[in-house]
């Protein structure tokens, strides 16, 4: 694994008090957190601020990436939002590899329910980090 962290990262630090905190796991070759939005996470009523979105997707991809021992950082990040995300429902994100070579990795990410509602999808393009940054996800 690499270097640890301070903890405070936004979407995945155990020391962040108004963090996300997500956790993750490996499900096969897929890299997987689970998303419950509160009430403050919300954009227009009941709906999820699409930036949280967007951070969730790109989160679970870069943790991807540096749970292998592979010190990338987000280059390019495009979402598409599928439909609406309530507040207080449960989502589940996913990402994996689409490919990889020695400078540049593509992956993609998605964002569902549990009944198979897809919220949103996302592609990365992810280049590697010379030094590792502060604060890099552990």
Known sequence: MLEATTGRCFACG??????????????GDEYVTDYTPREEHQGYDDMVHGGLVATVL???M?????ERE???ATAELTVRYKRPFTVGTRG???ARIEKQ?????????????PDGT???TAK???LPVRAQPTGAPT
Do not use: H, Q
């Open 118 to 120: 897809v919220y949103a």
């Open 58 to 60: 790109d989160e679970v």
């Open 62 to 66: 870069a943790r991807c990436l540096w």
């Open 70 to 72: 592979l010190p990338f």
């Open 14 to 27: 155990a020391d962040n008090p108004i963090g996300l905190r997500l956790k993750f796991r490996f499900e």
């Open 92 to 94: 589940t994100a996913r």
């Open 101 to 113: 070579a020695a400078r540049l990795i593509e992956m993609s990410a998605e964002l569902s329910g």
């Open 124 to 126: 990365g393009v992810f």
